[in-house]
């Protein structure tokens, strides 16, 4: 594996799996932008699918369903890893498929 | 900055880097440097590490197309605080020889070789579209990229994909151009480290 391979699958356990102030669930699910409900669902959907979407309003809110700020930092950061992480990962099985045929 | 935390919760130490950067280089300091100071160990450490990789580790590209490739992600996702700031990296690092803003705007005008054009097309569509296929990575490999040009370039889309949402969404202020200038001459001398 090249070392950025490494360093990637590091940063991925960083912020999936060690210390955090929102639980490893949140985090997963703020990754894989799938079982969330009410504000933070709205604004992990956002910094996913169109980050230029997310407004002060979606962070008021989330504050407002009780996430603190250290919170919505990890889940907001595991949101765009997500979805940077399925695109890279979709584009390298395209790559594979290309050089098997 | 959307979280104060980002802005002013940082430890003593880092807060007073941050006052020797305003001292030395004359400028804000830049609200990416604020993001990956803060609590370093959960995002800004491991990120760093990756992207210093992907911009300045062993690749065929040179500096110049790999910040190219940078401008050229932020200009799809319409993120202009990465446009900038890598906008003036790619220019620093082509010294001239290129028209980054040109290049931004349409990669199909002369000026770069077609393996380079074929990539920017393809991580331009991965970008926009959050997917390509086995075609678009054989149209790829016949302009004459390698297979590791690809991947390298999937690295360089990866990370700013994650650092041009994250700009977005905790709403990264522009600066001066004069900041932005600072801030490549920087990243051209030291990397992402």
């Keep these: 594996m090249s070392d950025i391979e490494q360093s990637r699958k590091a940063l991925l356990r960083r912020v999936l799996d060690g210390d955090g102030r929102a639980s490893s669930l949140e985090r997963r699910s703020a990754f894989d932008n799938s079982g969330l409900v009410g504000p933070l669902c709205e604004l992990v959907d956002k910094v996913a699918s169109n980050a230029r979407s997310v407004g002060e309003e979606d962070f008021r809110r989330a504050r407002q369903s009780g996430l603190s700020e250290d919170q919505i930092f990890e889940l907001v950061v595991c949101a765009a890893i997500g979805q940077a992480t399925r695109q890279y990962d979709a584009a390298r099985a395209a790559l594979e498929a290309a050089r098997r045929n | ?193």
């Excluded at chain 2, 110049?64 to 932020?74: I, K, W, Y």
């Excluded at chain 2, 016949?142 to 360089?156: F, N, T, Y």
């Excluded at chain 2, 889309?157 to 920087?186: E, H, M, Q, T």
């Design chain 2, 1 to 193: 900055m959307r979280l104060q935390i980002l802005d002013s919760g940082h430890s003593f130490g880092t807060k007073a880097l941050f006052a020797l950067i305003r001292t030395a280089s004359r400028q804000p300091v830049l609200d990416v440097i604020k993001l990956v100071k803060y609590r370093s160990d959960f995002y800004g450490k491991p990120m760093s590490k990756v992207t210093q990789e992907a911009m300045r580790g062993p690749s065929s590209w040179s500096v110049g197309d790999r910040e190219l490739m940078a401008a050229f992600v932020a200009k799809t996702n319409q993120c202009e605080f990465c446009i900038k700031a890598h906008s003036a990296v790619a220019d620093l690092a082509y010294s001239g020889e290129k028209n980054v803003a040109e290049l931004l705007c349409d990669p199909s005008i002369a000026g770069i070789g077609e393996p380079l054009r074929a990539t920017l097309h393809m991580i331009g569509k991965l970008t926009r579209e959050h997917a390509v296929d086995a075609d678009d990575m054989r149209t790829v490999l016949a302009a004459g990229a390698s297979i590791q040009q690809i991947e390298d370039a999937l690295s360089i889309c990866f990370s700013f994909n994650v650092i041009g949402r994250l700009a977005d969404s905790f709403d990264f202020s522009v600066p001066s151009p004069d900041a932005f200038l600072a801030g490549a001459k920087y990243l051209l001398a030291r990397g992402y480290r």
